[in-house]
Nanobody, 111 residues
Framework: QSQLVESGGDLVQPGGSLRLSCAVS????????VCWYRQAPGKQRELVAL???????VYGDFVKGRFTISGDTTESVVYLQMVDLKPEDSAVYSC?????WGQGTQVTVSS
């Protein structure tokens, strides 16, 4: 059974940057996919990015080159580097691995 712990959320001004981390207890299986999702109040949860075995990275359409997902299998951690943040990026960001979810970390983009 895995546990996921996110960190790195904060209040940042528009145009700012943040790096989120998702620490996964235990090791990844040989074939894996770790996803970052986000959910803003009153909105549906949406996929931000996926990082999978073979170093595959997939992004939601709204990312438009602003975010980069990466990971370290030896440390069992997945990062989401976000730049050029916009107010509409404000949401709770959660990571998912298999059937496990973290508690989420709040990202607020506001001047």
């Amino acid at each position: 059974q895995s546990q996921l712990v996110e960190s790195g959320g904060d209040l940042v001004q528009p145009g700012g940057s943040l790096r989120l981390s998702c620490a996964v207890s235990g090791s990844f299986s040989s074939i894996y996919a770790v996803c970052w999702y986000r959910q803003a109040p009153g909105k549906q949860r949406e996929l931000v990015a996926l990082w999978g075995s073979g170093n595959i990275a997939v992004y939601g359409d709204f990312v438009k080159g602003r975010f980069t997902i990466s990971g370290d299998t030896t440390e069992s951690v997945v990062y989401l580097q976000m730049v050029d943040l916009k107010p509409e990026d404000s949401a709770v960001y959660s990571c998912n691995y298999q059937e496990f979810w973290g508690q989420g970390t709040q990202v607020t983009v506001s001047s």
